[in-house]
């Protein structure tokens, strides 16, 4: 499994929208999830989005209905589509991997085997 590296990050005023990349090379002969987790400051790690091996995604109530994440097999990259950015947005935004399938509905960050080294999203009111 290859190093994931994170880009994309950057500032937005509020109602904005970033689209976050990370390059996640998985063995897609196995059943794995990746995942975008955020650490806004002084608070833990959240796992808002993950996409499992079938294709299926989960986002954490916090971010339905305003984020997306999409796995491209073809190109081995994960996607965040962030819209509508609220000011608790703000946070180091990592990319994440697995091989269980099942983790993606379990949503611990340290379930997570494999981190990128994280992009910063700033969204300002």
């Known amino acids: 499994q290859g190093q994931l590296v994170e880009s994309g990050g950057g500032s937005v005023q509020a109602g904005g929208s970033l689209t976050l990349s990370c390059a996640a090379s998985?063995?897609?002969?196995?059943?794995?999830?990746v995942a975008w987790i955020r650490q806004a400051p002084g608070k833990e790690h959240e796992v808002i989005g993950t996409v499992d091996s079938d294709g299926k995604s989960w986002h954490a109530a916090s971010v339905k209905d305003r984020f997306t994440t999409s796995y491209d097999k073809a190109s081995n990259n994960l996607y965040l589509q962030m819209n509508s950015l609220k000011p608790e947005d703000t946070a180091m935004y990592y990319c994440?991997?697995?091989?269980?399938?099942?983790?993606?509905?379990?949503?611990?960050?340290?379930?997570?085997?494999?981190w990128g080294q994280g992009t910063q999203v700033t969204v300002s009111s």
């Open positions: 994440a991997t697995v091989y269980r399938r099942a983790y993606c509905y379990y949503v611990v960050p340290s379930t997570f085997t494999d």
């Open positions: 998985v063995d897609n002969a196995r059943k794995y999830c």
